[in-house]
């Protein structure tokens, strides 16, 4: 008597899932760095060079001149559906005020061309710093479509204690009429560690444009650094704007001279064939 009603019932969630909407692609807002890949959640950490493009206040709470190149490719089955090379430089050691610059080059994917992002940041006082970014879109879709936009970010990072520290940020406050690429957005984190040992840390974004209406992520992330040599990340998001969820993992190696070489990994967890790989070398130049 029962086997029917289950029948029907199994029937109806197998239906369900073959109806659901595949995971949005990525678009230029969903840029991040190798190490950020690779925690998933980054905003309340004081990191590398591309806090240009997350959160360009925490650039000014560590002292370094840095240049890094960055390398990141998605696959979708065997086949590559993305590809992002980028250069960047930030110098917070050679005057009062941060300064940061990043070039990226979409090279591959749904949407091609170059971004353009300059930014600057400075200490407030009480271990609270302030920054903002200003970007320049070159961008053409698959379809043709141009998008060539200015707009800016802007953000907050407290310093809170040793262990602890938070970030806020805002994404594209000057609307451009370009939802997917610059979509308007508020980002916040946390986190607790330090350089020397570990972090843990969490994330929450919201997305107001990309979706036709609010949209939530949330993430969160761990590092330690064994024997002050070998980062070893991971970390998971669930991405209420494109509608999938990631398992991320990565590793690191620095060396005393200045060098160091960040590798990353994330794993669609919704779509089995969605698959990221990044890469950055990064140089201190002034230590």
Known sequence: MLRAPLALLLAAVAGAAAAADPPLPPTSADLLGARALALSAY??????NDLILL???????????TVELLYLQERLGGSREA????????????AGATGGFAYTRLLEGPTTGGLYHMALAAPVGGGLYAGATGKFLDLRTAAGERARAATVDAGLFWQASKLVAFGVAGYNLVPVNHPAEAPRGLGAGISVGDEQRFHVA?????????????????????????????PLRAGFVKDGTRGARFWSGGLGLVTTGGLALDLSYRQSLTDPVDRTFGAALKLQLLQ
């Open 202 to 230: 969490a994330d929450w974004r919201t997305d107001w444009d990309r979706l036709g209406h609010r949209s939530d992520t949330w993430a969160a992330g761990a590092e330690v650094l064994l024997g002050d040599l070998v």
């Open 83 to 94: 590809q992002v090379a980028q250069g960047s430089v930030v110098d917070s050691e050679t």
């Open 43 to 48: 905003r309340g950490l004081a990191g590398g």
């Open 55 to 65: 959160n360009p206040a925490a650039l000014a709470a560590r002292r370094r001149y």
